[in-house]
């Protein structure tokens, strides 16, 4: 099995960001638990991040060959982006959604997600551990 890891934009600077919101961990430390993670479930799986909407389109339409499912925390993307949603409806992969910070107690514009409706859910919330519940989460749903 292999899963596609993306991050969106601003996820890059984790560790200095707001660290009061998005914890003191960096991405290369939340990259490195999502790899031991992988191979205690004995999958694969791809990370790539990006600040630009565009390239995280044309990495989830690469998912269509050789990717069983996707993990994405969309960062703002998740609050506008119809084109991120469209692109995992074209590509037709499940796709749980995850968010460090907990999106529905915080400012009215993060409650809503355009990506939750056309995933198979979202874990938001718990922090780095989002990630790895998100991980878990997917991995049975493909089992299943
Ligand atoms: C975030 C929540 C988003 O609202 C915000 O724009 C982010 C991070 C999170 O992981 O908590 O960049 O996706």
């Known amino acids: ?37 992988a191979t205690e479930l004995n999958i694969q799986i791809e990370i790539f991040q990006s600040n630009s909407e565009s390239e995280l389109v044309d990495k989830i339409q690469q998912a269509i060959d050789g990717f069983d499912g996707i993990l994405i925390n969309p960062a703002a993307y998740t609050h506008t982006s119809i084109a991120l949603r469209d692109a995992i409806l074209a590509v037709n992969k499940p796709c749980v959604e995850v968010h460090l910070s907990n999106i529905h107690s915080r400012e009215e514009f993060r409650n809503k997600s355009y990506l939750a409706p056309v995933c198979v859910g979202q874990v938001s919330g718990f922090g780095d551990k989002s990630y790895l519940l998100g991980l878990q989460a997917l991995v049975g749903y493909i089992k299943k």
């Open 1 to 37: 099995m292999k899963i596609l890891v993306l991050h969106g934009p601003n996820l890059n600077l984790l560790g200095k960001r707001e660290p009061d919101k998005y914890g003191t961990n960096t991405l290369e430390e939340i990259n490195n638990s999502l790899k031991t993670l």
